[in-house]
């Protein structure tokens, strides 16, 4: 890194350190930003690519990703905490959004909302036991036409009512059971 | 440099031109299902799936699967268009993979389309021929009377409806091509021939001619072609539809989203190939100024003079950027447009990097939205790899990059110094104004920011001029707005009509009136940043003036129609709720003042107002709109600010009476069960979360009120109405 002080610089070891957290596709994005113009403004794309691989963002990424980009750790938790979109927290496998914008409440979101509190035993913000589901709520996701809507992972639900909630997270059960299936048979032995 | 601008342009719509017609669709059966986030929603994959599968296995290869993307009729999809050569297009409402299978067999095997589905149809056989005659009151055409001479003169000929049928339609935005001359259009389907008629002799000659002998009669044609041709020859016999006239949304559900060809085709990039022809700034400002476009994010600002102002700036390192950080809640029309049309948006962006002399653009748009955000990239990367954008575009030697910043989740970004600080890298906190962007945006270079809509409408006006967009709209605004439209409202969905329509006709002709049959209570529009529009104001104008003396605002284009059964003071709430979450935080007006407007709307749904707190609610909110930094926190208290004014007797019900009059407030209201209605099925009792409902069988049931948690469960599930709620 720097020519002047090889005594005490340790940023080769500690650089080392920082690149093994984070995934290649993440360090080659930095590496393209760092002698570009402007880089810093990179730091919202890089953190939505580490929670794209991590799901989430936890306090080593942020402190890789500063690091890595040179910019003041600070910044970056200032940032992450800024934005709704990115989760401090791990979640679940999958992501429940469940729409408040004003179509969906005025159809009645709240109560399927209700009930999926209900269904599932946690509140908005938390994670099942089972580390499958994850609840928030979320801002309107354009879809007002289907209101009242739920949005489990990239897939959009909608309308439904509150009875329809068992079946729709049966549904997602099962396929959890499935993909858990799926990788212990791939597993070797 | 190797080509003209014109040149290239040549061959780029020649190669289009080459495509298409390798491709032979004219005279292969389409059909077209819709792509983009609702319809995917909606299923509109696994119909696509369905129809390859029963494409593979009938071996037929004149039919041919057509992606486009979302029309805008949200309720009834996923939708699916079957064009058959010489016949009207069908479309068919909420397919699913059964229907897919009537609709291959029936319709596209054995010629008889299915008529229980097809969108909003009657049941009535379909007609051959269909003669749609243009009714804009703008121009104040004589289309009605021409259409009903039109319909008598097919009676005496005695031509039956289900040979020729005779419609009405909305504006084509044909009339400014006529130099506003009071003329009739009429659009002759299938053969997508546009008629300009004004006598009888004319109709004579439309039915003895193209009726009767089948051919074009040249005589009446008229001299050019709307722009949304397309969009209504495919559309042109759905009520929803026709009754729009859509410049924005020409392309939507009408070209493939992902091919550069078919939009190419469709006059795409001619606007920009003029402006890189002339190479005249001014002539573009110029032309947007007569058009008197105004910024479709919802602020108004004149569209030609912020480029003006961008452009004589001494600093040279300019910036545009494409505001796509749609965070109002209800509010889905620029995700629709980057998702069915990114080439449109891409060329308007090209067209004001190239007015205000920007080097490079920036599409700002929210992480919520990936398909959108996967549709811009791809139109990007198609656009560079043919000389549409990066270095000498067109061969002009103009050079222009775009690159796409996402959001992450803060509606205060959709604020422009907001905007400006997130794709910085920044926290999204908005900055004082003056310096506009204009003067210092985005690195501290004069930045020009515009909402998708208003890029959307860039090349329209270009390709049409600025004259024929003003005579669209209103004296102040000119063209059209695209509303979504949501709530209580039978068909929900994107409309785009001209400035100065009303507001019951959006609702009630266009939207089909409030759902379940209830009454109409209040129209809101702008989102949080908006206010309440009552019923009795609803023949209203909507343009920016009238809306923001109403205590609304346009805001961008949000519109939810409320029903009997909203209540006002609820409603207000929630956006409270809303802006005062989304608040950044940065000043205290906003901060706290959001802070303590929601706490006493709480209170006063929770029944435990008091008489002082409407007059608080007053004083803080106007506070809180004086003093704010941004403009989040000068438009968060508009919804309770109209809300008193428009429904201060609902307020007043909920303080003094401590009653909800649309019963909606939980603590204000309570179950009871009605001992002459009830018979004692017990369902009620079995559907309580709390276990508070007793009776024995075939006796009347009683609701312990101390236990009941207010949920309504009984009342959803009662099938003799013996529950009710006061």
Redesign the interface.
């Known amino acids: 890194m720097s020519d002047c002080c090889h005594g005490t610089d340790n940023w080769e070891e500690l650089e080392r350190g920082y690149r093994a957290m984070l995934p290649a596709d993440v360090l080659a994005f930095i590496d393209a930003n760092r002698a570009k113009e402007?880089s810093?403004?990179?730091?919202?794309?890089t953190?939505?690519m580490v929670q794209g691989h991590f799901g989430h963002l936890g306090p080593g990424h942020l402190e890789a990703v500063a690091q890595l980009m040179q910019?003041p750790l600070a910044?970056v938790t200032?940032?992450a905490t800024?934005?709704?979109?990115?989760r401090l927290q791990p979640r679940g496998r999958y992501l429940i959004n469940v729409c408040?914008?004003?179509?969906?409440?005025?159809?009645g979101a709240e109560?399927v909302a209700?009930k999926l509190t209900?269904e599932l035993g946690i509140h908005f913000g938390e994670t099942s036991k089972d580390g499958i589901f994850s609840l928030e709520s979320?801002?309107?996701?354009?879809?007002?036409?289907?209101?009242p809507?739920v949005m489990i992972g990239?897939?959009?639900?909608?309308p439904l009512s509150p009875s329809q909630i068992p079946t729709l997270l049966e549904g997602y059960l099962a396929r959890a059971a499935e993909d858990m299936m799926a990788n212990s048979a791939s597993e070797p032995k | 440099m190797s080509l003209s601008a014109p040149d290239f342009y040549r061959s780029l719509a020649d190669r289009a031109a080459a495509t298409l017609a390798d491709r032979d669709l004219d005279r292969k059966i389409l059909i077209q299902v819709g792509s983009a986030t609702c319809e995917h929603a909606a299923g509109s994959q696994a119909v696509a799936e369905e129809f390859a599968r029963h494409l593979r296995a009938s071996g037929r290869n004149d039919i041919v699967i057509h992606r486009t993307g979302c029309t805008g009729r949200c309720s009834r999809e996923p939708i699916v268009g079957i064009q058959v050569p010489g016949q009207i297009p069908v479309k068919y409402e909420r397919v699913n993979r059964d229907l897919v299978h009537r609709i291959f067999t029936e319709h596209i095997q054995s010629q008889t389309p299915v008529l229980k589905h097809i969108l909003d149809h009657t049941g009535e056989a379909l007609p051959e021929r269909e003669f749609m005659f243009c009714e804009g009151s703008r121009c104040k055409g004589p289309g009605a009377g021409l259409r009903e001479r039109f319909q008598a003169l097919l009676e005496t000929r005695g031509i039956a409806p289900q040979k020729v049928r005779a419609a009405a339609a909305s504006c084509f935005g044909a009339c400014g091509l006529s130099e506003g001359a009071p003329a009739a259009f009429v659009l002759a389907r299938p053969e997508k021939v546009l008629y300009q008629v004004a006598t009888e002799e004319d109709l004579v000659a439309l039915i003895e001619g193209h009726v009767l002998e089948g051919r074009v009669v040249e005589r009446l044609k008229a001299k050019q072609e709307p722009i949304a041709l397309e969009f209504l020859e495919r559309y042109g016999d759905v009520a929803f539809f026709n009754r729009q006239s859509r410049i924005a949304l020409r392309n939507a559900g009408v070209v493939d989203p992902e091919s550069l060809e078919e939009y190419v085709a469709y006059d795409g990039f001619k606007a920009l190939a003029e402006v890189l022809t002339r190479q005249d700034p001014d002539w573009v400002i110029s032309e947007l100024t007569k058009a008197r476009l105004r910024g479709r994010g919802g602020g108004g600002f004149t569209t030609g003079a912020k480029w003006a102002m961008a452009r004589k700036q001494a600093d040279a390192t300019r910036y545009i950027i494409c505001n796509g950080d749609e965070g109002d809640p209800g509010a889905f029309m620029d995700r629709s447009m980057l998702e069915s049309d990114p080439f449109n948006i891409v060329e308007g962006m090209i067209i004001g990097g190239h007015s205000i002399g920007a080097q490079k653009g920036f599409f700002y748009i929210r992480a919520e939205y990936p398909l959108a955000i996967k549709r811009i990239q791809m139109a990007i990367d198609i656009c560079k790899q043919n000389g549409l954008l990066g270095a000498d575009i067109m061969g002009s030697g103009f050079d222009f990059d775009l690159e796409i910043r996402l959001g992450a989740g803060a509606f205060v970004c959709g604020e422009e110094t907001a905007l400006i600080r997130s794709i910085e890298g920044e926290r999204g906190q908005p900055k004082v104004r003056p310096p506009y962007p204009t003067d210092r945006g985005l690195w501290g270079h004069p930045t020009v920011i515009n909402n998708v809509e208003t890029f959307a409408n860039i090349s329209a006006i270009l390709r049409f001029s600025g004259g024929w967009y003003a005579r669209i709209g209103t004296e102040k605004s000119g063209g059209t707005k695209v509303f979504a439209l949501a709530g209580k409202v039978k068909h929900t969905g994107l409309v785009e009509v001209p400035l100065g329509t009303t507001l019951s006709r959006v609702v009630n002709e266009i939207g089909g009136g409030v759902s379940g049959g209830k009454a109409l209570k209040a129209i809101q529009t702008g989102g949080p940043a908006g206010g309440f529009i009552p019923a009795s104001m609803q023949d209203m104008e909507v343009d920016f003036e009238p809306l923001q003396k109403a205590g609304s605002i346009m805001g961008s284009g949000g519109m939810i129609v409320l029903s009997e059964d909203d209540c006002m003071v609820d409603i207000a709430k929630f956006y409270m709720a809303f802006s005062q979450e989304e608040s950044c935080g940065k000043c205290t007006p906003c901060r706290e003042g959001t802070t303590r407007i929601l706490e006493i709307l709480e209170r006063i749904t929770q029944g435990e107002g008091v008489p002082e707190d409407m007059d608080k609610l007053h004083r803080l909110s106007r506070l809180c709109q004086r003093t704010s930094l941004c403009g989040l926190g000068r438009a968060a208290p508009n919804p309770v600010l109209s809300s008193l004014k428009h429904f201060r007797d609902e307020f007043e019900a909920h303080i003094h009476d401590k009653h909800c009059p649309a019963k909606k407030c939980v603590a204000l209201i309570r179950y009871e069960i009605n001992a002459e209605k009830c018979i004692g099925c017990t369902i009620c009792a079995r559907n309580c979360p709390v276990e508070c409902i007793s009776g024995a069988r075939k006796e009347a049931h009683v609701i312990n009120q101390d236990a009941c948690i207010k949920c309504g469960n009984c009342f959803d599930v009662c099938k003799f109405t013996a529950i009710d709620r006061v």
């Open positions: 402007h810093e403004s990179m730091l919202i794309a953190l939505h910019v910044k200032g940032v800024f934005y709704h979109y990115f408040l914008g004003t179509a969906c409440y005025v159809k109560k209700q209900e979320t801002r309107c996701v354009g879809t007002c036409g289907l209101a809507v990239d897939e959009v639900h909608g």
